[in-house]
């Protein structure tokens, strides 16, 4: 299968914010390229969300690693596999994750930020589930885990469409 649209090289401040993050222009970043300036706003919007966010790094990889797993997207899963053990995620934590309600390995605050996740991938999120939220984390923080999930939930979405490659690759290649 060949890509919906021409890969092109990225140029400019697109390619400036990618070697400022050490990230090199993977696929998806030459597809995007074809609208330089959203490519650009993409850019600036998943590293804000990397590294300006509050909640801890390691509550977000799962995640992103739990949209991963009910998504079927092998790409988002094998770079954030790294990711969330570098950000302290324990191994056992992700092991347990397809089974995340019936184990031990997850707190109150961690469970239902999974359920949030888990109901954003399937299309609609509960007024339970979000009032679940509330005492756990304060507005600024449900938003950042709102919008990571979101994110996350979009990129396998996006590959399909752009007929781009979904298996894995390096963290310097990542597409996010």
């Known amino acids: 299968m060949s890509p919906s649209v021409p890969l092109q090289t990225v140029t400019g401040r697109p390619l400036e914010l990618l070697r400022s993050h050490r990230v090199g222009p993977s696929d998806l970043y030459r597809a995007l390229a074809n609208q330089p300036e959203l490519l650009e706003a993409w850019i600036e919007f998943a590293w804000a ?71 954003m991938v399937e299309g609609h999120v509960a007024t339970a589930t979000l009032e679940a939220l509330e005492p756990e984390f304060d507005p600024g923080e449900r938003v950042e885990l709102i919008l990571t999930v979101g994110f996350y939930t979009m990129i396998p979405r996006i590959l399909d469409a752009l007929r781009l490659p979904a298996g894995p690759g390096p963290e310097s290649e990542e597409g996010d």
């Open 49 to 119: 969300l990397r590294g300006k966010a509050q909640v801890p790094r390691a509550l977000r990889e799962l995640l992103i690693l739990r949209a991963a797993q009910l998504q079927n997207a092998s790409y988002v899963w094998s770079d954030h596999v790294t990711m969330a053990l570098e950000a302290g995620v324990d191994r056992a934590q992700i092991e347990a994750l397809v089974s995340w309600k019936d184990s031990p390995q997850f707190d109150r605050p961690t469970r239902v930020a999974i359920q949030v996740a888990e109901e």
